[in-house]
């Protein structure tokens, strides 16, 4: 068997990519950002909720 053929070895994976464990350009963590955009969610629903009732 060639190692043109042979499958690969299971321990073999994708190269490391350090760049992947760094922190996000804002907000400090990924934690912060996805608070944020929750918090952002919650806040257009009751902004989108409120429009729709003072005009309904």
């Known amino acids: 068997m060639t190692d043109a053929s ?3 070895e299971s321990g ?7 760049e992947l464990d760094d922190a996000p350009p804002v907000l400090g963590s ?3 950002i996805y608070l944020f955009v929750l ?3 919650a806040l ?3 902004l989108f909720w409120a429009i729709t009732r003072a005009y309904a």
């Open 6 to 8: 042979k499958p690969p």
């Open 12 to 18: 073999a994976g994708p190269a490391p990519r350090p």
């Open 30 to 32: 990924w934690r912060n």
């Open 39 to 41: 918090g952002t969610l």
């Open 44 to 46: 257009l629903i009751a």
